[in-house]
């Protein structure tokens, strides 16, 4: 057969070569597949196995040196003593527990050897019961018959009985042995319990024993560790999500960062130098914001779902709008929900960069919620008293159509009716009133609270030196490194034109020319007096307040002895109404002398609320008016040159320029930071910045630096936010920009700002956000912590931490400086404030902080500590901030507002005469060092007079303070040991008077009682009785008359005479 | 089959590469560290090859007029002077031209040796209101014990920088106070509150080595291993407290001598 086929091609062709490449093919598609399942699209389970093997290592390693610690404690005495207690209280109660333990056996015994024969018994009475019930009425009487015969028993039981388990054998009934049963029963349950008293010394001291251990033992005991061992042995490689549907929040970092919530402490060394793998490093964070309600990623950012890579997980890619924050700026997290907090615990960075956006001004030219808010509030009472105007117009027409209703109504009732709506609406029209009254009030107060950033250029005739003005305009930084002033980059012309712009609208005025003074005195006050908590005279650290090193060169002799004697007196008063300066002319028109001041605030012409103070937040001190001339003469000497060598500026006063220069003003937003001259109202002139952080990027101008920045890799708002701060025109660029309008310019001037502020206020603007969070997240208490939140707004705006300590470990500026390292002048240093609410009452703050004179006539002293250089200054706070302020201490202290005294046990005969011999006894101090108004005495006091106890001091406080005040102001001049405790309460360490024998009552709530009671009176009688311990010859010469307090509580203020007992003026 | 073997292979490879990666970690993982003991044991010293540095401190400068101490605001302190009148002892200058109350320790050289503090307590009086001594050292660790001799009530505040802070009230015939100094630092000044003038230096060290210029202005350090140290003089002269350093190497047996000049300031 001719082979015809033609070629088969089952037979000829082979798909071999295609077969093996698919084959080929399939199988790396598939090692791909296998590759990208365990590496590629999962690489965190490498990571959970590789923290698995790392930590396992590390905790075997780990073990057994927290093993030989744990050793060396229960090695130490200490240990020791507390276990040898313990066994000692064991074997104190060893026999009796031993016998109460063979007892219970015994009745254990006695238990189950009637517990056979009764159930048996209750099982047969119990079928017997059913037996009855479901029978005919003639079987039941048989049966019941039967059943009684059956329960009457005798069932003999052989039982053991107590005290010695002897078995008694007897006969019982059925109820005689179901009583048996249940009395075993509770007799047990008593002996049981009796035995948990008897142990209960033991397990306390036990208790503590163990106690001992976890608190000197650094981290988890051995036993907790292995514990943890286990546990990690036995994960299994799965992701580790956070879910809160209630916020939205899913977030599976720990998947890789594995270690982030373990209690063992882990470092990057411990894991081989992994740092994904380490523990957190505030773990107080964590306590405080639970991971299963926060998550991680509402606090550093990045995309807490993404597993499938570090960069995806982090968010560090386009369009995600919230990456991880770096580790630099990791602060800015907690701003979303905190933006209400101006000091933040545990945030120093971004706490620095709120507080730095107020006190470089920031505030001035951008809007940042809270910042600031005075303006805006008073706009918004203006609103509300428009409101209620029209409330009351309206209520009022409604009285008149109810009436007349009423008059004409059909019945009575009806009638009634209409009355009583009538009398509704009068009596809502008199809250009204009330309401307005207060919106008044508070509007009156908010302005008083206004402050700008910068000093007052109406002033600036009166106040300098014309030619330093220029010189100041075109470089402030040049002349004063350290200035809060920026510098705008102005051209010669500018400068001239705003220069003279701001003298022409400076008021003209004459002030009285003052004496010179002594610069000698002017130092050591200026050093002294407190100007230093806020002030320097040096361009080191940053501070509060202008350096004053070169005063001398631009001021007014004449202004700066009036801005000493009282910083908030103005040349003329503000009315916002009229928007002007009012002159003495205003007042004559209307026969009124030219006085304006807090108590005279009301506009002669339309009675509007004038602005009668300088918007400054420098306080009066209260000096008198030579020492005043003091300082000023002191500063006056501050300087490097003569102000006549600056170069004349005589165009000042050239009227062509002024226009120019108003222009020039406007554009730069002067008027942000400086009260000027018709420019009031001025709004600023920059973007807000409350929510800067999550503007998308694509708003956020670069210019033409947007192709830089995303080469450089700083297109973020991060990126922009420090080449902003850095140089804050660096985006004016490209070739055309000098020939741009200047007004296309960027206007915002340049600070000067050191790299860490320029991080702080970075990281402030990067967590100003939308927050993704729920409001209900934030920390937006509605209870006291809100008054914290509140006060510490004021507490910054006013620097009272540069004299006073709030926290343990926060320094005040006084205390770094280099006169209060001395012993002799760290007791000179202002009172530390840590736990105040608790010591003194709100009432008598609120008195204290309106005056710190305490005295409205003699204001030359401070009211509480005479015998302090430094002196709290008048602050003008008005009723809001001292209401703020007050409850800000009394919450810090977790005190209840309002207060209520508690009301202490008069004085026995016996027990003041008591007090009064201890309080003169030779052991007792007290009088040395506190004051009692008696000058010859008080030259060397350095404490309060006792006087002001009863209106200030809460008692509670009084009796802890004299009992250890270390454990209350650390380093404080009072010494602690002055009482020991006597069984349960405190007696005089020293030789008690022969009086107290036989007084078994607390010592020192016996001096506080008394403490509550002195009067003026008293105290000299101690004085004299104290006569041979304490210099007191001049002592009788006071013989002033005497204000016994009383309880009333107009009464309760010591002004007058006992303020001035007390001053002992 | 061959895939099979492939996939193997491949898992294969993937352990290797594991264990390899793990074996790796495990190499260069650190021995366990030694347990802590407390407290380490003083370092032996021959005592055969001690020598002493000595010296003298002089004062530079016409003698300054030492402050008069008025103590009128507590009558006991009058009392127990009989008359007699008490001047600042941190102005004090002997009448050679010497430096009393100068504080001489050996600042650095030592630290290679381990120091137990000595047993017995440093004792600091209170006699006529007025500390004694002075200046006084002690080691970290060692008792400092507060007695008084005065029948007025004292409180014993030092103001350390270093240490912790403490202010204890005596009465009259109360216990001693006992307590202790955990941290090298020179110096701890202490005040009595009541009391204002009262001032007492005290130098705490990590080593013995350590001497108070009495009214001769000299001082004698013994005991000092050969070796080469930082000498530190400290005075309060003429403010709130002055130093000088000197270094000294001293040979077995060998006695160095080193002299110390300050400055009203």
Known sequence: ?1065 | MNKRNLILLFTALIILALVACGKKEEETAEQPSAPATNAPAPTPIDQSTVGEVTGKVSFDGAKPKAPVIHMDQDPVCVQKHAGKVVTAEDAEVNDNGTLPNVFVYVKSGAEKYTFAPPSDPVVLDQNGCMYQPHVLGIMAGQTFKVVSSDPTTHNIHPMPKDNREWNMSQAPGAAPIEQKFARPEIMVPVKCNQHPWMRAWIGVTTNPFYAVTGSDGTFSIKGLPPGTYTIEAWSAIGGTGQTSDQTVTIGPKESKSVDFTFKAS
């Open chain 1, 1 to 1065: 057969m001719p082979d015809t086929s033609e070629k088969d091609p089952v037979i000829t062709s082979s798909l071999g070569t295609f077969l093996v490449v698919s084959s080929v093919l399939v199988m790396l598609t598939l090692v791909w597949a296998l590759y990208n399942e365990f590496f590629g699209l999962r690489p965190w389970k490498s990571y959970e196995r590789d923290f698995a093997v790392r930590y396992v290592k590390f905790l075997r390693k780990q073990i057994p040196v927290q093993e030989s610690a744990e050793k060396a404690i229960l090695a130490s005495p200490d240990y020791q003593q507390l276990d040898q207690q313990v066994k000692a209280a064991e074997e104190q109660v060893k026999d009796k527990s031993d016998e109460t333990d063979k007892q219970i056996a015994i009745l254990d015994a006695r238990f189950s050897a009637i517990t056979e024969t009764f159930t048996t018994e209750r099982a047969y009475v119990a079928t017997q019961v059913y037996a009855i019930e479901h029978t005919s009425l003639d079987n039941q009487t048989s049966l019941q018959n039967k059943l009684a015969k059956h329960e009457a028993g005798p069932f003999r039981v052989s039982l053991p009985t107590l005290p010695d388990g002897k078995i008694v054998t007897g006969d019982y009934t059925f109820q005689q042995l179901q009583d048996e049963f249940n009395k075993v029963q509770l007799d047990k349950a008593n002996m049981l319990e009796e035995k948990s008293e008897l142990l209960r010394p033991v397990s306390e001291l036990r208790k503590k024993r163990d106690a001992y251990l976890t608190d000197h033992l650094n981290g988890l005991t051995t036993e907790q560790m292995r514990g943890v061992l286990k546990k990690t042995q036995d994960a299994s490689i799965e992701i580790k999500q956070i879910n809160n549907p209630d916020a939205g929040i899913v977030d599976r970092c720990e998947t890789c960062h594995a270690g982030i919530r373990e209690q063992v402490v882990i470092t990057a060394k411990d894991m081989g130098g992994k740092e994904v793998f380490v523990s957190h490093p505030e773990p107080d964070l964590l306590t405080l914001h639970d991971p299963e309600k926060f998550g991680c990623s509402p606090c550093h950012g990045g995309n807490g779902m993404a597993l499938e890579s570090k960069e995806r997980a982090h968010g560090q890619y386009e369009h995600w709008l919230w990456p991880l924050h770096p580790m630099e700026n990791v602060q800015a997290g907690c701003q979303q929900c905190h933006a209400m907090d101006m000091v933040l615990d545990h945030a120093p960075v971004l706490s620095d960069g709120k507080d730095l956006f107020q006190r470089r001004g920031c505030v001035g030219c951008h809007r940042f919620q809270n910042y600031d808010p005075e303006p805006e509030l008073i706009a918004s009472v203006q609103q509300q008293l428009l409101l209620f105007e029209n409330q009351r117009s309206e209520a009022q027409r409604n009285i008149a159509r109810s009436i007349q209703l009423g008059d004409a109504a059909p019945d009575n009732d009806t009638a009634r009716m209409y009355y009583t709506q009538a009398d509704k609406l009068r009596v809502s029209i008199s809250d009204i009133d009330g309401r307005i009254e207060q919106l008044d009030r508070r509007s009156k107060d908010l302005l008083r609270d206004t402050k700008k950033v910068g000093p007052d250029l109406k002033e600036v005739r009166v106040k300098m030196h014309p030619d330093w003005i220029p010189v100041w305009l075109t470089n402030p930084h040049a002349w004063r490194p350290s200035t809060r002033m920026p510098r705008f980059r102005l051209a010669d012309n500018e400068v001239k034109a705003i220069s003279a712009f701001i003298w022409q609208s400076g008021i003209d005025a004459a002030l009285p020319t003052q004496p010179q003074g002594d610069p000698v005195k002017g130092k050591e006050s200026f050093e002294t007096r407190g100007c230093m908590g806020c002030h320097s005279l040096d361009e080191s650290s940053p501070h509060f307040a202008a350096n004053l090193s070169r005063v001398g060169e631009k001021d007014n002799y004449d202004y700066l002895v009036r801005w000493i004697h009282n910083p908030r007196e103005r040349t003329r008063p503000y009315c916002p109404f009229e928007k002007r300066d009012l002159t003495e002319a205003d007042y004559k028109k209307h026969g009124l002398p030219f006085v304006f001041d807090l108590d005279h605030s009301k506009c002669p012409n339309d009675g509007h609320e004038l602005q009668v103070e300088q918007e400054t937040i420098m306080p009066n001190l209260r000096l008198t008016i030579e020492e005043s001339r003091d300082i000023a003469s002191y500063l006056m000497t501050l300087k490097t040159k003569d102000p006549s060598s600056y170069a004349k500026a005589d165009y000042l006063n050239d009227p062509s320029l002024k226009a120019q220069g108003h222009a020039l003003v406007q554009r730069y937003g002067c008027a942000g930071c400086h009260e000027i001259a018709g420019m009031e109202d001025e709004g600023r002139i920059g973007t807000e910045l409350t929510k800067e952080g999550s503007k998308p990027i694509e708003q956020i101008d670069f210019a033409l630096l947007t192709r830089e920045a995303r080469e450089q890799g700083w297109y973020d708002h991060k990126g922009f936010f420090e080449h902003k701060l850095a140089k804050p025109e660096i985006y004016d660029t490209g070739r055309d920009w000098k020939d741009r309008d200047p007004n296309d310019r960027l206007r915002m001037p340049d600070f000067d700002l050191k790299q860490p502020e320029i991080n702080a206020l970075t990281t402030f603007l990067m967590g100003a956000v939308e927050s993704q969070i729920p409001q209900r997240y934030w920390d937006a208490p509605e209870d006291q912590r809100r008054d914290i939140q509140e006060g510490w707004w004021v507490v910054k705006k006013y620097n009272c931490m540069g004299c006073h300590q709030f926290m343990v470990g926060q320094s005040s500026r006084l205390m770094t400086l280099p006169r209060y390292q001395t012993p002799e002048w760290r007791d000179q240093l202002p009172p530390k404030l840590m736990g105040e609410g608790a010591r003194v009452s709100p009432d008598w703050m609120e008195k204290f902080l309106a005056n710190p004179a305490m005295d409205s006539k003699d204001t030359d002293r401070d009211g509480v500590r005479a015998y302090l250089k430094a002196r709290m200054p008048t602050f003008f706070f008005s009723p809001i901030e001292i209401r703020k302020l007050v409850r800000f201490f009394q919450a810090l202290s977790g005190q209840p507002m309002p207060y209520i005294p508690p009301k202490l046990e008069p004085l026995t005969d016996q027990e003041i005469a008591m007090a009064r011999a201890l309080f003169t006894s030779k052991g007792a101090p007290c009088l040395k060092c506190h004051a009692t108004g008696d000058p010859s005495h008080d030259k060397f006091a350095t404490a309060p007079n006792f006087l002001l106890a009863r209106d200030r001091l809460k008692p509670g406080w009084a009796r802890r303070w004299m009992l250890d005040p270390s454990m209350i102001a650390p380093g404080t001049a009072m010494p602690s040991g002055l009482f020991k405790p006597v069984g349960d309460h405190y007696v005089f360490a020293g030789p008690t008077p022969d009086i107290f024998k036989g007084y078994d009552g607390d010592q020192p709530e016996l001096l506080v009682r008394y403490m509550f009671e002195i009067t003026p009176d008293e105290q000299r009688r101690l004085m004299g009785m104290s006569a041979d311990m304490l210099k007191t010859s001049e002592l009788i010469r006071i013989q002033e008359p005497v204000h016994r307090l009383t309880d009333s509580r107009q009464n309760r203020m010591p002004s007058g005479p006992i303020a001035a007992k007390i001053a002992g003026r």
